[in-house]
């Protein structure tokens, strides 16, 4: 995973006015599942095209394992791609489909046989080698284009929302085969989504895309627990972000004033790289815990907010509620259904919110954005 | 239509009940163009055939004697004029198809929003009759018009050349009057066609003219194939270009057809000719149905 496999230097694509992608710097590192993932027109389908030779960039540079790129046309570039439509074609069998690479890049037949053989063995598609794309479920011919592209074995594969065209339940299923077949080949997979759960479920490393940019870069579970802005704390589940005043930071927790008055601890670390004292705090919902408020406060490590429960809504293996803060903020709480039962709160029951500090992330305070 | 439905079907909805009514409909559909086929088909065929058997005069009228040997005699004496339209209509169609694949293929990938002016101007020719547009040619290409004295200046045409009355002109003719039937299912065949698929190919290391052979032109093949047989059946039985743009050095089997029946009267024989035209037309359709249609277009391209 040390070696950059894809390497974009102030990569920006301008369609007239509007800017897509906007000087995007961006190492993939090699044999990683790497993931762009960001809304709809944020640039992430725009960026692996222009990394598969599709669109031509404005200004910018895309290296491939270290050699310049950015005007190779697609034919001569050591990547493949899988198109959200997958784009069989359709007067060619399974098999043919499969060689069409290898015959362009003059691979011999019997090496070329061996090859599409052992492709089609990997995505479990060898009893149908012979048949039309055109008969074949969406499912499938989500297969073939993996093994279209993957018999080939480029340097890095790019897969454009792959999944997008399943239903819920084979993509479920599609997610995890995808993300075992490339730890099978080893190869360099770049996959654009906008599905969060499908890029948290897949990607070792994952990029979030906003207006051309890159907001924020890292694991799953990084870009979860330790979002930097709240576009990352929103897109990526659910978030709880409150404003902040920062009111001394030293050792390991920054203190902070917020929700009219309330003391909260913060890990000091993010507190100092937003680098202002006017910052906004947020928590994971199923980070925090409610009891009822009588008097004597919890463990005073905790973070905790007093207020009433506004909604309660028993969603199965969870109740999810809505708190109204006496500092005027609703929080959304998810409370575990366990073996006992549900925690018997109620709608107006007067409760304490209540966290681990460590739990709580910091993000540059902005536009409140929608979520 | 079982009877126990129709038991079961109030009677207020009378004999047309509503499953009745569904099993018809496809009928009533059909019936128009059945009759219109049997009454100006079918009916024409039968007596054309029953014409081309019989012998006689125009004067003293045309009597059954089942001459079958009019046929042999008919291909022997115009087997010239036939090979003529043949050549003449494959050149045009051949002509047609290279002119037309380019324009097709702009009109549906690079005109953008200019597609419908193009399309427009395609059939705009067919706004005028096939007699005044080829009348027109007769000026184009006549001994001193402008193109004529163009191509001898630059030394494409000896001095004393023409270009009127040459096989030249009424290939030329055909060519044209014809275009419009090569471009507009070819336009269709590419203009469905997903662009992806190029995308793809490039992607597989084909390069845009590899993609081009390997993809965009299969998946037109239906459209090649409709665009050939609209261009190629008119135009082997067409007169009006050998005769407005060429001499009777130039004329064609439809020519020899039209006088047979109009000046010399000679029924049986134009009759013959006539059925001659249709079976070679049909068979030169299987021939090519059989080469593209069951050889699937596929094979004869990764081949």
Known sequence: MSETDVALRGLTKRFGEMVAVDNLDLDIPQGGFFALLGPSGCGKTTTLRMIGGFEEPTAGTIELAGKEITQQPPHKRDVNTVFQSYALFPHMTVAENVAFGLERKKVDKAERKTRVAEALELVELSSLASRRPTQMSGGQQQRVALARALVNRPRALLLDEPLGALDLRLRKQLQLELSQIQRDVGITFIHVTHDQEEAMTMADTIAVMRDGRIDQLGSATELYDHPRTAFVANFLGNSNLIDADVVSNSGAFAEVDADGGARLRVPSEPVAAAGSAQIRIGVRPEKMTLAPANGDSAATDSNALLGHIVDAAYIGLATQYVVHTDGGADLQVFVQNSANGTSGLEEGDRVVASWDPEHTFVVEREEPNAG | ?303
Do not use: H
Not at chain 2, 111 to 117: E, K, P, S, T, Y
Not at chain 2, 180 to 209: C, G, H, I, K, N
Not at chain 2, 213 to 239: C, E, M, Q, S
Not at chain 2, 252 to 270: D, K
């Open chain 2, 1 to 303: 239509m079982s009877s126990s439905g129709e038991a079961a079907a109030p009677r207020s909805g009378g004999w047309l009940t509503l499953r009745r009514r569904k099993s018809l409909l496809p009928l009533a559909l059909v019936i128009p163009g059945l009759l219109w086929l049997i009454l100006f088909y079918a009916i024409p065929i039968v007596s054309q055939l029953w014409i081309s058997l019989q012998t006689g005069n125009p004067d003293d009228g045309f009597a059954q004697t089942w001459n079958w040997a009019i046929y042999g005699d008919s291909i022997s004496e115009y087997s010239e004029q036939m090979l003529r339209s043949l050549q003449y209509a494959g050149t045009a169609t051949i002509a047609c198809l290279i002119i037309g694949f380019p324009l097709a293929y702009f009109m549906a990938f690079k005109a953008g929003r200019w597609r419908n002016l193009f399309l427009l101007l395609v059939i705009l020719p067919f706004f005028t009759s096939l007699i005044v547009r080829t009348v027109a040619w007769q000026t184009i290409l006549t001994d001193d018009s402008w193109i004529t004295n163009a191509l001898k200046t630059v030394g494409l045409l000896p001095q004393d050349g023409r270009l009127l009355a040459t096989s030249f002109a009424v290939i030329a003719g055909i060519t044209y009057n014809f275009l419009p039937f090569m471009v507009l299912p070819l336009y269709a065949s590419l203009e469905r066609m997903d662009r992806t698929l190029v995308e793809a190919a490039t992607d597989l290391y084909a390069s845009r003219w590899t993609a081009f052979r390997k993809i965009t032109l299969p998946l037109a093949g239906p459209g090649i194939f409709a665009g050939v047989l609209l261009t190629f059946i008119p135009a082997i039985g067409d007169y009006i270009n050998a005769q407005l743009l060429g001499t009777s050095q130039q004329y064609m089997i439809g020519n020899v057809i039209q006088s047979q029946y109009l000046v010399v009267r000679e029924y049986p024989t134009a009759a013959a000719l006539s059925f001659i035209m249709m079976v070679v037309v049909l068979i030169i359709i299987a021939a090519a149905a059989r080469l593209i249609g069951t050889k699937k277009l596929s094979e004869a391209a990764v081949a």
